[in-house]
């Protein structure tokens, strides 16, 4: 069985940094997409960043592009989100997700879903 845990989260000022971790187990991810999303109270979950597991090929939304990293460290089967410049508006649950196709980008692409974790930006 797949279980994705994210940890990480937390309140933090406008201006500074945060990383998430996800740590995936069940099975073998060499051929999986690992992706964030987040959603915001109100709003849809949207895809932040997401990762090629073999390749560690990246991919991200414009919204975050610069600004935020995403990693993998096979040896933990962890997966990372490095946030820098953090903007009240990154405020939302950010979520860790694993997809058996190559760059998927929307949530419905996605298999398995950790729980999620806070992450909220003050101004």
């Known amino acids: 069985q797949v279980h994705l845990v994210e940890s990480g989260g937390g309140l933090v000022q406008a201006g500074g940094s945060l990383t998430l971790s996800c740590a995936a187990s069940?099975?073998?991810?060499?051929?999986?997409?690992m992706g964030w999303f987040r959603q915001a109270p109100g709003k849809e979950r949207e895809f932040v960043a997401g990762?090629?597991?073999?390749?560690?090929?990246?991919y991200y939304a414009d919204s975050v592009k610069g600004r935020f990293t995403i990693s993998r460290l096979n040896a933990k089967n962890t997966v990372y989100l490095q946030m820098n410049s953090l903007k009240p508006e990154d405020t939302a649950v950010y979520y860790c997700?694993?997809?058996?196709?190559?760059?998927?980008?929307?949530?419905?692409?996605?298999?398995?879903w950790g729980q999620g974790t806070q992450v909220t930006v003050s101004s």
């Open positions: 997700a694993a997809a058996g196709l190559y760059g998927a980008s929307s949530a419905r692409e996605y298999n398995y």
């Open positions: 069940g099975r073998t991810f060499s051929r999986y997409t």
């Open positions: 990762i090629f597991w073999s390749t560690g090929t990246t």
